[in-house]
């Protein structure tokens, strides 16, 4: 069992369902997401797919897997319901995946964000991530920040 902030929760590895459901529950995920968008991205990889969890209630996640560099961890996806930020939910999800990732062999973990999520740069920066990369794609609010830290 995990405490921050007054908040007490427990991590640990979820079922494609609940990533489903929790990716519902982020609200800067527009669209439909899938079982299929989690199955295929997944299928014949070597993964870690988290919840975090307060009293059997899902109240984060964070998923991701072995990039096509085989030393790299891409940490693909995540999030915590708005009413839970603020408490080191997402922190916490941080430092599992990169410990296990570690633990598994990966020297590096990167994720893709945007433009339009600075919350999610200043995480990358405060957990010691750098900035590799801005790939124009639609508006630059659109614009992928790709940031990489060594384990």
């Given at each position: 069992m ?6 007490q ?12 459901w929790?990716?519902q ?13 989690y ?9 870690l ?15 991701g ?6 030393e790299?961890?891409?940490?693909w996806?995540?999030?915590v ?6 408490f ?39 957990r ?5 990369e ?12 790709v940031m990489?830290?060594g384990?």
């Amino acid at each position: 069992m995990l405490q921050s902030s007054n908040i007490q929760f427990k991590i640990r590895e979820a079922s494609l369902e609940e990533l489903l459901w929790m990716h519902q529950q982020i609200p800067e995920f527009p669209g439909k997401a899938s079982l299929d968008f989690y199955s295929d991205r997944l299928k014949h990889r070597l993964y870690l797919a988290l919840v975090a969890e307060k009293e059997g209630e899902l109240i984060g996640f964070k998923v991701g897997y072995q990039s096509d560099t085989p030393e790299t961890f891409y940490s693909w996806m995540g999030g915590v319901r708005p009413e839970f930020r603020k408490f080191g939910v997402a922190d916490s999800l941080a430092d599992f995946q990169e410990n296990w990732a570690k633990e598994k062999g990966f020297a590096k973990v990167f994720f893709k964000t945007r433009n339009r999520f600075p919350a999610m740069i200043s995480f990358g920066l405060k957990r010691g991530f750098k900035i590799l990369e801005v790939i124009p794609k639609g508006g630059v609010e659109d614009y992928r920040i790709v940031m990489e830290k060594g384990l």
